[in-house]
């Protein structure tokens, strides 16, 4: 599997990010991008989501067979923006993804990111450590081919983080395509580095 990026050029609004940005993202090599705040390090993975159109340039996706196909039904985007309803209890929201998704939730992985005991509770009572956790959930219950994951750290305590470097791990291993955005000294065997 491979995705390609082929001479990106990205604005926001009126303001200029980068132009004639070219990679390409492969399985078993996760792609770590990182750059300042305002680099286009979001904008990015928006734009690879099929969320924000570039002014130019071309993102192709080519599965294992090495046809070129649609990618966007298997990219699963987590952002600044959660994606949870802050009205919905926890075992609500998970509820509403499991039927969305056809799958159902481990309930291992409640425990280990401690918010089995929150099952009851509105989201909107949760810290923003709780709520990102269970955004992530999405993401993981999904198991979608391509994870674009926007700082998936932030806010997370440091057990929570070593359970979501342990998932990402086995999304990597199982050759699937991901990349991360990130601020922290987040590490990954065979990882490629992209600067903004």
Same mark, same amino acid.
Request: with cysteine.
């Given at each position: 599997?491979?995705?390609?990026?082929?001479?990106?050029?990205?604005?926001?609004?009126?303001?200029?990010?980068?132009?004639?940005?070219?990679?390409?993202?492969? *399985?078993?090599?996760?792609?770590?991008?990182?750059?300042?705040?305002? *680099?286009?390090?979001?904008?990015?993975?928006?734009?690879?989501?099929?969320?924000?159109?570039?002014?130019?340039?071309? $993102?192709?996706?080519?599965?294992?067979?090495?046809?070129? /196909?649609?990618?966007?039904?298997?990219?699963?985007?987590?952002?600044?923006?959660?994606?949870?309803?802050?009205?919905?209890?926890?075992?609500?929201?998970? !509820?509403?993804?499991?039927?969305?998704?056809?799958?159902?939730?481990?309930?291992?992985? %409640?425990?280990?990111?401690?918010?089995?005991?929150?099952?009851? $509770? *509105?989201?909107?009572?949760?810290?923003?450590?709780?709520?990102?956790?269970?955004?992530?959930?999405?993401?993981? %219950?999904?198991?979608?081919?391509?994870?674009?994951?926007?700082?998936?750290?932030?806010?997370?305590? *440091?057990?929570?983080?070593?359970?979501?470097?342990?998932?990402?791990?086995?999304?990597?291993?199982?050759?699937?395509? $991901?990349?991360?955005? !990130?601020? /922290?000294?987040?590490?990954?065997?065979?990882? $490629?580095?992209?600067?903004?």
């Amino acid at each position: 599997m491979k995705l390609i990026i082929d001479n990106l050029h990205l604005e926001r609004g009126d303001k200029f990010l980068f132009k004639n940005l070219s990679f390409f993202l492969e *399985s078993y090599k996760p792609i770590i991008v990182r750059g300042s705040n305002g *680099s286009g390090k979001t904008s990015l993975l928006r734009s690879i989501a099929g969320l924000l159109k570039p002014v130019s340039g071309n $993102i192709s996706f080519f599965n294992e067979t090495d046809e070129k /196909t649609d990618y966007l039904h298997q990219c699963n985007y987590s952002g600044h923006k959660l994606a949870i309803k802050n009205e919905l209890t926890v075992q609500e929201n998970i !509820t509403f993804w499991g039927r969305y998704y056809k799958k159902e939730i481990n309930k291992d992985l %409640l425990i280990k990111l401690k918010l089995d005991s929150l099952s009851d $509770i *509105s989201v909107g009572l949760l810290s923003y450590g709780q709520m990102k956790k269970l955004s992530l959930i999405r993401v993981f %219950l999904a198991e979608r081919l391509i994870w674009l994951l926007d700082e998936p750290m932030v806010g997370l305590d *440091s057990e929570s983080q070593i359970v979501v470097k342990k998932l990402i791990e086995k999304h990597i291993n199982l050759g699937k395509l $991901i990349i991360i955005t !990130t601020h /922290t000294d987040l590490k990954f065997g065979n990882q $490629i580095l992209l600067s903004l």
